[in-house]
């Protein structure tokens, strides 16, 4: 069964504090690793997809690294717009269906 | 370029009625696939549809059932409901027809449809 798990459950940041959300999972067969913003009360955003071990991405303040077991989304010199709940999920081969993780809750504080 | 579309936004209903939550794929999309998120978890995977067709199913009751329509448009029907149904549902969509490879099917949601059962 895919598993995703991630830390910390909540992160509470200074502006311009730069920090790591951590992003570990258990699936046969990486297929695809997403990461989603999601705002209170609204649907999750897609930032990224990363599909092999050594592969990066980049997107204004975030970027978001894979190994073979864990993804991290580093967030440089946060602002408060970017408080939220990331969210990491998984793609199996076969199917699209995503197997997601509870989220990282962020805030960031001016 | 319209994204995925939801309606209602909010649905309050009493244990043991019925609802219906309807779906509009982003342009260009084939494929339905409906979450449900409880407070402060993250989605869980219901069913996905394609071709008007269910492809795959998560781990529900068959209370939770679905349809595609030919423009690919989706419902979402839950019986019976009960208090632990209330939560966010979700629907995202994504391209999986032909000439797309395997791991270009990256999801959009839709906004989702708030559902509390009294």
């Known amino acids: 069964e895919d598993q995703v798990t991630q830390s910390p459950e909540a992160l509470r940041l200074q502006e311009g504090e730069s920090s790591s959300l951590n992003c570990s999972y258990t699936v046969s067969g990486l297929r695809g690793l997403f990461w989603y913003r999601q705002d209170p009360g609204k649907g999750p955003e897609f930032l990224f997809t990363?599909?092999?071990a050594g592969e990066e991405k980049e997107k204004e303040r975030l970027k978001a690294t894979l190994t073979k077991k864990e993804s991290f989304l580093h967030i440089t010199a946060p602002k408060p717009e970017d408080s939220a709940t990331y969210l990491c999920a998984v793609q199996a081969p076969g199917y699209s269906t995503l197997t997601f993780g509870k989220g990282t809750m962020l805030l960031v504080s001016p | 370029d319209a994204g995925v579309t939801q309606s209602p936004t909010h649905l309050i209903k009493t244990r043991g009625q019925q609802v219906t939550l309807r779906c509009s794929p982003k342009?260009?999309?084939?494929?339905v696939s409906w979450y449900q998120q409880a407070l402060g978890q993250g989605p869980q995977f219901i069913f996905q549809?394609?071709?008007?067709?269910?492809?795959q199913r998560g781990n529900f009751p068959d209370r939770f059932s679905g349809h595609q329509f030919p423009n690919y448009s989706s419902e979402l029907n839950v019986n019976a409901l009960l208090l632990g149904d209330s939560a966010l549902y979700l629907c995202a969509s994504s391209f999986i027809g032909p000439g797309v490879r395997a791991f270009e099917r990256e999801q959009y949601f839709g906004p989702g449809t708030r559902l509390t059962v009294t």
């Open positions: 342009s260009g999309h084939d494929t």
């Open positions: 990363l599909y092999s």
């Open positions: 549809y394609y071709e008007e067709e269910e492809r």
